[in-house]
């Protein structure tokens, strides 16, 4: 397969962690999100806009985001059509840095009024989806290829009308609330998903790679590769007898703390603390209000009934709440809680560098020298 990643990284972006080492052969986008620079955070080094691993240019302004997402279609087009000529078959990764905050329109799809700028991002995002089924199309690879449109999280909703919405759902991304974790996906997939299909039985992202490695017949990993997702192509095709692709969903968030866990139609949330805006109204578009730090209390909510967790079920089912309770020790026990202090037996630690030992990366003749990143980074 030729591989591509055109858009976020956020896999680490010192050399060792850059996608080119990890099985991609293209690469153009940045290398964490496009909020970690100075103009939020003022220690953050300048944001690269990386081509392999080399600095393209900088992103140092808001107009410098504008015309990004236009650069990675273009990309990610150019790469299918090449593909397509070698008769070779691809994996195309295109991960959009909009509509995350700050959120920037290219040429054409920038409002007149600052406040409906939100809707222009998400048609040259449209526009964008179109372009690459245009690729597909016209390469004559359409029929021979899955299409999958999803997105990682909710709402940023501390930046207002610059963040979309969580559709009624409880709170937004950065909490484990359904308003912060549940997706919709998108997915066409010739003479396998049927036209108009609609489901509704839950599945998580770490379960594409097993998906994906099922049905193009890669070999399994080695034993000591754990693979944390499951097979999901019953519920990817909408068959009548698809389940959940997992008992349970654990869903983790900062510092490892386990704060939820879901079986079927019910989720237990577990005491911890959650980020909330506590219904203040956001500020003005393009400005970010602060959250605040709530303790959230355990509690049982009914899914199906009750999908924006508003009430609290769990005296009224102790039976579901001692069940959910053996999944959540043996998660623990498994991959730990920070909430608990449980380190958990099944970790496996991440790559980690010294900051202090990385050296800069390499720029374009046209590009000014970057600035180093903070020590212990």
């Not at 055109?6 to 050399?15: E, Q, S, T």
């Not at 944001?47 to 990004?68: I, K, T």
């Not at 990309?75 to 195309?92: D, N, V």
Request: glycine share 10%.
């Amino acid at each position: 397969y030729g591989t591509g990643i055109f858009g976020k990284w956020h896999l680490g972006d010192a050399p060792r962690f850059n996608p080119l080492r990890h099985g991609f052969d293209e690469w153009l986008g940045m290398p964490y999100s496009n909020d970690m620079w100075p103009l939020r955070q003022k220690a953050s080094p300048r944001l690269p806009l990386m081509d392999g691993e080399r600095v393209l240019r900088y992103v140092d302004s808001v107009e410098d985001q504008a015309p990004v997402t236009r650069l990675l279609t273009e990309r990610a087009t150019a790469f299918i059509r090449g593909r397509a000529a070698e008769r070779r078959p691809f994996f195309c990764y295109l991960a959009h840095h909009q509509p995350h905050a700050p959120i920037a329109a290219g040429e054409g799809f920038r409002p007149a009024d600052r406040a409906q700028l939100y809707a222009g991002v998400m048609r040259e995002l449209d526009w964008s989806v179109g372009e690459v089924l245009r690729a597909l199309d016209e390469t004559g690879t359409a029929k021979d290829t899955i299409v999958l449109f999803t997105s990682d999280n909710g709402p940023w909703l501390a930046f207002g009308a610059d963040a979309g919405s969580a559709g009624g759902l409880r709170e937004g991304k950065g909490t484990t609330f359904e308003g912060g974790v549940r997706e919709p996906c998108i997915l066409r997939w010739p003479g396998h998903v049927p036209a108009g299909a609609r489901s509704a039985v839950p599945w998580m992202a770490i379960d594409l790679l097993p998906t994906m490695a099922a049905i193009v017949g890669a070999p399994a990993p080695a034993a000591d590769r754990p693979i944390d997702g499951t097979d999901a192509r019953t519920v990817w095709t909408c068959a009548a007898d698809a389940n959940p692709t997992h008992e349970s969903f654990l869903f983790y968030y900062d510092g490892n703390a386990l704060e939820a866990v879901r079986m079927g139609r019910w989720k237990l949330v577990l005491p911890h603390e959650s980020r909330t805006l506590a219904g203040r109204a956001p500020g003005a578009p393009g400005t970010e209000i602060p959250y605040v730090n709530r303790a959230v209390p355990l509690a049982l909510y009914d899914l199906v009934a009750d999908p924006a967790e508003t009430t609290d079920v769990s005296a009224a089912h102790p039976d579901v709440v001692a069940a959910a309770m053996r999944h959540v020790e043996a998660a623990r026990a498994d991959l730990g809680d920070g909430l608990t202090k449980r380190e958990g037996a099944g970790r496996r630690a991440p790559g980690r560098i010294d900051a202090a030992a990385v050296p800069a990366p390499v720029t374009s003749p046209s590009s000014p020298a970057p600035s180093r990143p903070p020590a212990g980074t």
